[in-house]
Structures are given as C-alpha cells and as structure tokens.
C-alpha cells in the first residue's frame, strides 16, 4: 500500500514537473553574447547571439548554413535538418541564434537550438 | 619524446582517477582545462599532449565504475551498473563487482589489438552502413525491452519509457542547462537517488565486505567483454549513440541472471567507447568524443603513427589504470564498511543535491526532482529500470528518424 501511494504521487509528480520543464524551457531566456566574445573556452556552451544573415545555403538534405554577421565580427551557424523543420527557413535579415558553441575544422560555429526573426 | 609522453600519460592517469571519484566530473571538464594551459605546454610534443588527454579519458572509464558501485553515484556511462553493481555490494561482494568491470576493460583491449587490422578496413563500411539503421534497431532494443515485460508491467514499462524520454527531449533539445552539465542531475536523479531513497526506506544494512576480488571464469570474461567489445564499436562510430544504448543493448541479450557478465561488458564498453573514439578519427575522420576532438584539434592531420602511439599509451594506461582502480576500491570497501550505511547514504544525498545546484543551480536542481520521481516509478512498479535509459534513447530515435521538437 504505501508502496503504491508512493508510486502514484511519483507519478504525478513526474507529470506536473514535465509540464512545469517544458513551459520553463520555451520561456527561458539567454543573455546576449557579442559574437567577438566568443572563444574555444566557450565550446559546448550555450550562447544566444544576435546579427545579419550573410551567405545563407539550404543543402539537399535540409542543413542551413549561414554566417552570422555582428558589429565586429562574425560566425558560420548551422542548423540540423530535423531542427530546420521548426523554423521558416526563409529568413534572410536580422535574427537571433541560440545554439551551442562547437568546432568544426578549427573554425568556431553555433549549432542552433532556436532562431528567432529580429 | 618518450619520457615526456610516459610522463604526461602518467599525469593523465592521475587526473582521470579524481575525475572518476567525484561524481559530475567527466574528463571533458578537465580537457577544457588542459587547452587553457596549452599556452603552458607550447614546449612539449604535440603527441605527449595528447597521450595526457588519451590517458585521462581512458583511466577514467576504469575509474568510474567505483562511486557508481559503492556510493551509487551514476554517469551517463556508468548508470546501468548501479543495480547489478549494487547488488553485488549488498552481498558483501563490492570488490568483485569493480573487478568485473576492470576485467571488461582488460578484455575488450586485448580484443582492440588483435582486431586493430579488420577493423580499420571495416569501420569506414560499417559507419556508412549502420547510419541509416540505428533508429530501427533502436526502437527494437526499446520494444523487447517493454515486451519482455510481464502482463500488465507492460504499460507500466512504456509509461516509464514515455515519461523518461519525454524529460530527456525537454531538456536535450533546450537551453535549460549548459550541455556539459546536463547529464549530471537526470542521470543522479533517474538512477542514483531511487536507489539510496529505496536502500534509506527499506533500511538496507551494509554487510561487511569480502576482501578479494573473487575468481572470474574465463569463459564469463570472454563472454562479456565480446559484448562489450560490439556495443563499443556501435558507440565508437554512431553519432548519438552513447555507452548509456550500448548497454541497454546489451543489456538484452544477457540473461538476467547473468549480472557478472553484465558488469564485465558495461566494464567493456566504456574502454571499447575511449579506443573506438581514436579508431573512428583515423579511419573516418569523424571526432566521435570530447577526447578525440581535443586530438584532432592538437594534432591537426592524424596519421597512422599517431594511432599506434595512442593505441600504445591506451594499452599502458589500462595496465596502471586496473591497478589504481582495484587498489582504491579496496579503500572505498573497508572505508564503507566503517560507517552506516544510512548515514552514507544520507550523506551522498547530501552530498548530490550540493553538487546539482553548484553545477547547475536552480534549474538543475528542478530537473534532479523531476527526474527523482520519474526514476521512482521503475523500481516501484516493478519493472525494469534501464527503461529510464529512454531520456537518451528517445531524443537519438527523433533525431535519426528526423523530428524536430
């Protein structure tokens, strides 16, 4: 019996805290980070950054790839096609990437999380 | 450059074993620590920089097997080990448990080196293969785990199944947390705390400990560390496939029954993870752990050389890496057995909401509670706990089967 009792408010616990993760994750806010800021200290980090789209490219199997331009420098982002498919990849101005920092070829770049059109 | 790279594996070793004792620190975190001081290393080889790095990720996999087995403080790679590896322990035999997973890791070198020449001709066929399938064989793994569940448990398997990847996909796929502290407080909280909360409420004695490793058939160690050797190479060469699936994999096709085999296996799979990782940079080129991308990044191309020589320094480190580890579990068994082990238990829990809310404050410590009652349900229900596995298995399912949530 108290085995059960435990169970079921494990249960429900579980539900309502999935429910009260989810909400917190989409409101959750990063702070913004200068893209000049940016540094091989911060790979596997999350970063929001904040800048103009340059050289956007959509491959066959649905990765975009752009460079993201801020007020002094620059990044290459990518966004995964099954991450890809949450967003209107049809952006071409101002927007904000929060994403984790990663390396690919010794170069820095973002692999995007959330795009939202500034 | 021999002496500097005997010196710097030694010095890997040493770091790999405090990042094996402290719950929540993964060899990632002191690799981050070791490219800041790479301004400090300028005057050293390249090659005895990364044996540093090789050293600590391999000594960490033997070393970690020893806060899951005696303090059941679990790591993404170590979190199915907990209930074999507790049991043991509850039969006075914690010892012999280390020493299974110590002789999985022993077992699944030897294999690496004898097998060294098929494998870098088939590694770059089978990762262009096995991509397009693993999915597929992920949602079987997950089905005859629920299937072989008895009558009714069934739906109290996919319940627990759904409500663990349910939590892994809100908080994989955010921002909730820093990436490199993710794992911590849904991991702890899937596996570690039930298991102290269960031990506190059925008020578990510790029996005191048998003081030697006990006697392991070669066939079980054969066995078992053939399984572990295959579920490595799974982990070496897919992206998204971490030792956590690996396990459950193998998981599957052991007998119940068979928890020794299991502990030499899982022992395994993480050495087999560490070496596949540098085999996959060689053959194809891909960077399949925070270790293998250090390497790349150090030493630019990556040549046959250099795979001998990593290959070389993994089959010392495992050697020392063993001993270190069978000595420090023989002090972690006669340090256990002087305190009560309530009063442990008590003080791990302590101790792991203390290191959530450093790693991960508030928000770490909600998705600690969360997955505290998720993990709850499982042993409580009486169904199996790796099904908890699904905060990883369900978000790799999603991302193969390309669903963006």
């Known amino acids: 019996m108290e085995e059960k009792f435990i169970r079921n408010i494990s249960i429900v616990c579980s539900v309502a805290g999935l429910a009260l993760l989810f909400f917190v994750s989409r409101s959750i806010e990063l702070k913004q980070t200068d893209i000049i800021q940016i540094s091989y200290d911060d790979i596997g980090k999350n970063v929001k950054i904040c800048g103009e789209v340059v050289s956007k490219f959509v491959s066959k199997t649905g990765h975009v790839f752009f460079k993201l331009k801020g007020e002094t420098d620059g990044i290459d982002v990518v966004i995964f096609n099954n991450t890809a498919k949450k967003f209107?990849?049809?952006?071409?101005?101002?927007?904000?990437?929060?994403?984790?920092?990663?390396?690919?070829?010794?170069?820095?770049?973002?692999?995007?999380?959330?795009i939202q059109v500034r | 450059?021999?002496?500097?790279?005997?010196?710097?594996?030694?010095?890997?070793?040493?770091?790999?074993?405090?990042?094996?004792?402290?719950p929540g620190v993964h060899p990632n975190?002191?690799?981050?620590?070791?490219?800041?001081?790479?301004?400090?290393?300028?005057?050293?080889?390249?090659?005895?920089?990364?044996?540093?790095?090789?050293?600590?990720?391999?000594?960490n996999t033997l070393v970690d097997f020893i806060p899951s087995v005696f303090l059941g403080c679990p790591e993404d790679d170590t979190a199915l080990s907990i209930l074999p590896g507790h049991r043991l322990l509850l039969e006075g035999k914690g010892l012999e448990a280390v020493f299974l997973t110590v002789v999985g890791g022993i077992g699944v070198i030897a294999l690496f080196i004898l097998l060294s020449p098929l494998l870098l001709k088939t590694l770059p066929f089978l990762y262009s293969n096995i991509k397009y399938y693993i999915h597929w064989i992920l949602i079987a793994i997950v089905s005859v785990m629920i299937f072989t569940e008895r009558g009714f448990k069934k739906l109290w398997g996919l319940l627990?199944?759904?409500?663990?990847?349910?939590?892994?996909?809100?908080?994989?796929?955010?921002?909730?947390?820093?990436?490199?502290?993710?794992?911590?407080?849904?991991?702890?909280?899937?596996?570690?705390?039930?298991?102290?909360?269960?031990?506190?409420?059925?008020?578990?004695?510790?029996?005191?400990?048998?003081?030697?490793?006990?006697i392991v058939k070669k066939s079980l160690a054969l066995i078992g560390s053939i399984k572990g050797f295959f579920a490595g190479l799974l982990v070496g060469i897919?992206?998204?496939?971490?030792?956590?699936?690996?396990?459950?994999?193998?998981?599957?096709?052991?007998?119940?029954?068979?928890?020794?085999?299991?502990?030499?296996?899982?022992?395994?799979?993480?050495?087999a993870n560490a070496l596949f990782a540098i085999a996959a940079l060689y053959t194809i080129s891909k960077a399949r752990s925070g270790a293998a991308v250090a390497i790349e990044r150090i030493l630019g191309s990556f040549s046959f050389n250099d795979l001998l020589l990593l290959i070389a320094v993994s089959l010392f480190t495992?050697?020392?890496?063993?001993?270190?580890?069978?000595?420090?579990?023989?002090?972690?068994s006669t340090l256990v057995e002087k305190v009560s082990y309530n009063r442990i238990s008590l003080s791990i829990l302590g101790m792991l909401l203390l290191l959530t809310i450093v790693f991960t404050g508030p928000l770490g410590l909600l998705v600690l509670l969360v997955s505290t009652a998720v993990g709850l349900i499982a042993p409580l229900s009486g169904v199996k706990r790796s099904l908890c596995m699904g905060v990883i298995i369900l978000p790799v399912i999603f991302y193969y089967l390309g669903i963006g949530l």
Request: contains cysteine.
């Open chain 2, 238 to 271: 897919l992206p998204g496939v971490g030792s956590a699936q690996a396990g459950t994999l193998v998981q599957i096709i052991t007998r119940k029954e068979d928890t020794r085999e299991f502990l030499v296996s899982l022992g395994g799979i993480n050495t």
């Open chain 2, 318 to 332: 495992v050697g020392i890496a063993a001993v270190v580890t069978l000595f420090l579990s023989k002090k972690f």
């Open chain 2, 160 to 214: 627990v199944f759904s409500l663990a990847g349910i939590l892994g996909v809100i908080t994989l796929n955010s921002t909730l947390l820093q990436p490199q502290f993710v794992f911590f407080p849904l991991f702890t909280g899937l596996f570690g705390i039930p298991t102290l909360l269960i031990s506190l409420k059925d008020k578990v004695k510790f029996p005191s400990q048998v003081r030697d490793f006990g």
């Open chain 1, 88 to 114: 209107n990849s049809n952006f071409d101005k101002e927007v904000c990437v929060t994403g984790t920092v990663d390396e690919y070829e010794g170069k820095l770049e973002i692999i995007a999380k959330n």
């Open chain 2, 29 to 59: 975190t002191l690799i981050l620590i070791i490219f800041g001081l790479l301004p400090l290393l300028v005057g050293f080889p390249p090659q005895a920089v990364v044996a540093l790095i090789i050293s600590m990720a391999i000594a």
């Open chain 2, 1 to 22: 450059m021999f002496p500097e790279i005997l010196l710097f594996t030694l010095a890997g070793v040493a770091g790999g074993t405090i990042a094996g004792l402290i």
